[in-house]
Each structure stands twice: as structure tokens, then as C-alpha cells.
């Protein structure tokens, strides 16, 4: 199983994007789905998830405007971006944690986005 994000792209300061994530070659049972991201130079850091029950989690630094939602069976989360600023800038993985993982243990390719000024 295989989970694609898509989305990214080129955008504009206090623009917005949609990303998507879905699985492919099967589904993942999973307790939550969430976003990373890892800037040039920086590690990879928490953007945000939604658990089976809904509850969603936000990183500091998006709270307010990113949100994160979806999460079906089929193993598709979504997260609108907006406000875009130019240190949202970063490749964007979506992530799923499988029952009885401690952590995200199925991890996407990444999606690129581009935020200039």
C-alpha cells in the first residue's frame, strides 16, 4: 500500500492550496492520517491530523489556516492551506498510523510547495 499526495504547487503569499492523499494497492486501518512537512535545510516537522474519531491537531505555526479533513476508509485526507506565507515553503508528506503503531508508520512521497512573494 502506497499513499500519493498531490497538490502542491507554485502560490503566491496569502494564497491558498488543496492537498490531497490517498492510498493506492490497497487501504491502510488506521487510526489517524495526518500532514508533515520538511523545509530546505530543516527537519521534518508535525502540520497537522485528524483521528478516526475527527479530532483534528494543528501545529502552531498553521493553526488558524490549515485545515485538515477526510480521513475516510479509503485512506484519503485532505488539507486546505490558506494564508499562505513564504516559510510554509516545503515538500509536504501525508502520513497514516496503523492500528497498534505508536507512530505514522506509512508515509507518502511529498508534494512540493512553493510559496512566493
Known amino acids: 500500500v502506497q499513499l500519493q499526495a498531490s497538490g502542491g504547487g507554485p502560490v503566491q503569499t496569502g494564497g491558498s492550496l488543496r492537498l490531497s492523499c490517498a492510498a493506492s494497492?490497497?487501504?491502510?486501518?488506521?487510526?489517524?492520517m495526518g500532514w508533515f512537512r520538511q523545509a530546505p535545510g530543516k527537519e521534518r516537522e508535525f502540520v497537522a491530523a485528524i483521528n478516526w474519531s475527527g479530532q483534528t491537531f494543528y501545529g502552531d505555526s498553521v493553526k488558524g489556516r490549515f485545515t485538515i479533513s477526510g480521513f475516510n476508509a479509503n485512506n484519503t485526507v485532505y488539507m486546505q492551506m490558506s494564508s499562505l506565507k513564504l516559510e510554509d515553503t516545503a515538500v509536504y508528506y501525508c502520513?497514516?498510523?496503523?492500528?497498534?503503531?505508536?507512530?505514522?508508520?506509512?508515509w507518502g512521497q511529498g508534494t512540493l510547495v512553493t510559496v512566493s512573494s
Open positions: 494497492g490497497g487501504t491502510i486501518s488506521s487510526n489517524a
Open positions: 502520513a497514516a498510523q496503523s492500528y497498534g503503531a505508536t507512530w505514522y508508520d506509512y
